[in-house]
């Protein structure tokens, strides 16, 4: 069964950090982007940012309002996917979800991503 | 930053209706566009990808359309299981922006 966990979250203060962890199975992570979203309490949903595939040079896309912060690194000799968070604000308070994000060559033959699996989220709730 | 904006934020439908999601960019996104569909307290799930185009196992009696800055999702025959909140997203262009959402409920 293709599946993502994601862990790490918990309560911190403001201006600490903490990292999430992503860890798949049923598929080969390393084929796969991978995504990070998250939903503040009662909100919708917010991308945060994702990380190519190393055949696309593994190069990282943020939201502006994580971009600085934030930083997504993944491993794929264990198949984990990161996201580090530092300078947290009570704002980041949400549960964050991982996503796999697969690719599909779109109308201008570039390739688009959707993220098709997501794991159950993880909660982080910023507050002193 | 390309914004996506859904209408309605909420609708009151009944088992059978047809329901029919807006979606407007505020740039041409080509068809770059996903649906998600959310029930409370679960993760979202994957509907549509490339404006149209239904994900394995989806339904038939979902479907989008659209292309520009204009999208719609539509559910044929409202079905119980339906009732959720759904998102559009652009994948024009990072960031991957989504819409405010649209819940779904019963009338």
């Known amino acids: 069964e293709v599946q993502l966990v994601e862990s790490g979250g918990g309560l911190v203060q403001p201006g600490r950090s903490l990292r999430l962890s992503c860890t798949p199975s049923g598929f080969t992570f390393g084929d796969y982007a991978m995504s990070w979203i998250r939903q503040a309490p009662g909100e919708g949903l917010e991308w945060v940012g994702f990380i190519r595939t190393k055949a696309y040079g593994g190069t990282t896309k943020y939201a502006a309002s994580v971009q600085g912060r934030f930083t997504i690194s993944r491993d794929d000799s264990t198949s984990i996917a990161y996201l580090q968070m530092n300078g947290l604000k009570t704002e980041d308070t949400a549960v964050y979800y991982c996503?796999?994000?697969?690719?599909?060559?779109?109308?201008?033959?570039?390739?688009?991503?959707?993220?098709?699996?997501w794991g159950k989220g993880t909660t982080v709730t910023v507050s002193s | 930053d390309v914004q996506m904006t859904q209408s309605p934020s909420s609708l009151s439908a009944s088992v059978g209706d047809r329901v029919t999601i807006t979606c407007r960019a505020s740039q041409s996104i080509s068809t770059y566009l996903n649906w998600y569909q959310q029930k409370p307290g679960r993760a979202p799930k994957f509907l549509i990808h490339?404006?149209?185009s239904l994900q394995s196992g989806v339904p038939s009696r979902f479907s989008g359309g659209g292309s520009g800055t204009d999208f719609t999702l539509t559910i044929n025959s409202l079905q119980p299981e339906d009732f959720a909140t759904y998102y559009c997203?652009?994948?024009?262009?990072?960031?991957?922006?989504f819409g405010g959402g649209t819940k779904v409920e019963i009338k």
């Open positions: 997203q652009q994948s024009y262009t990072p960031p991957l922006s």
């Open positions: 996503a796999r994000a697969d690719g599909a060559t779109g109308y201008y033959g570039d390739l688009y991503y959707y993220m098709d699996v």
């Open positions: 490339g404006a149209s």
